[in-house]
């Protein structure tokens, strides 16, 4: 894994071979702790299973299939959810303005007084009713000097952490799942920009993730076990200076549960330091797919004589399930193709909630 916090590097990624990815990720949680959530802009869509049709066949360019997810949750409960495949001419992305769009989505990035600024323009009607409007920021300072800074040459995967902790606002107005509901949020986010230059699957046999905001700092990990190895690293990062506190050298993955798919994830991982442990629950199912989990999760820490918890996001990918065409007709339920008639579950509003 290659593994940066530079938020100059995050053009996409020139001339991907085939099943290569890309994403720009953002979520966020409420203050209050009613609303949540995430949405990824993608440039190669590597949940698609037209995209992964065509990788078997070696001919097929990423930058054909951007998409656009939208997650909205209140009280851990999905209340919007929107997963749309565009063709390559829905993609822009403006070097000048660094600006990015995807079909009527977009973000745009700006510098003021050493801050950080992403701006998030949502906008869009689905065949079942359901719609979305919003206008998001995502607030934080510079990162000037690498907080991290991991390069190897070996690697197929990029992970660039820009934002570890930012201050969301905004307005988001939704017909969802409980009708019309309008929300001024307020709360605290994270932004990543990940690239992948071979499928998954040939990369890593199952990745966990989490982002955790304490008080006065933040918690970032990953796990991924690949197929002779298992590689881990997981970060407190303060939330001043954005420099990394605490490097943690160990982890454990426990409580091993199934979901109705056959899916088996860990609901509890360990990191410890020699100054600092933490345990992160993943708690509440957010998302609990075939190939995909999300998590509202619980992360307590024991470090200096004091507990702190936190509430945050955690996530697990297991990429061969994206490859087994027995899950596509499910997914095909829950995934639009812009250009194309949507799926006959898509166009009623009862049977597409019931795939959320």
Known sequence: MNISTDHLDENPFPNKPSGGYEWWYFDALSKDGNWSFVIIFYQGNPFSPEYIRNIKKNS??????????????????????SFVEYSADDFNWDTESDSCS????SFSKSENDSQ???????????PSGHSIKAELEFNSSIITKPTIDSKNPNEHHFWNLIQPKAEVSGSIE?????????????????????????????DFKDWYWGRYHF????????????????QYKAWLISNEN????DEFSSVETEGFLRNMFGLRSARKITLKSGYSEVTVQ???????????????????MHKDGKVLVAEGISEYIYPENIYSQKFWPAVKMRLRFANKKPHWVQRFKMFYEWTW
């Open 60 to 81: 097929t360019d990423p930058d054909q299939f951007p998409a656009v997810s939208i997650s909205i949750y209140n009280r851990n409960k999905t209340e919007f959810y």
């Open 116 to 126: 950080l600024v992403y701006s998030i323009v949502l906008n869009d009607v689905l």
């Open 215 to 230: 008080d006065d700092s933040t918690l970032i990990y990953y796990v991924m076990n690949r197929k002779n190895e298992k």
């Open 282 to 300: 993943a708690a509440l199912p957010l998302d609990d797919g075939p190939f995909y989990q999300r998590f509202l999760g619980q992360a307590i």
């Open 242 to 245: 954005r420099k990394v506190i």
């Open 102 to 105: 995807v079909g009527p989505h």
């Open 174 to 202: 939704i017909i969802g799942k409980s009708g019309i509901q309008k929300v001024a949020f307020s709360g605290s986010g994270y932004h990543d920009h990940n690239v992948g230059l071979e499928p998954m699957k040939e």
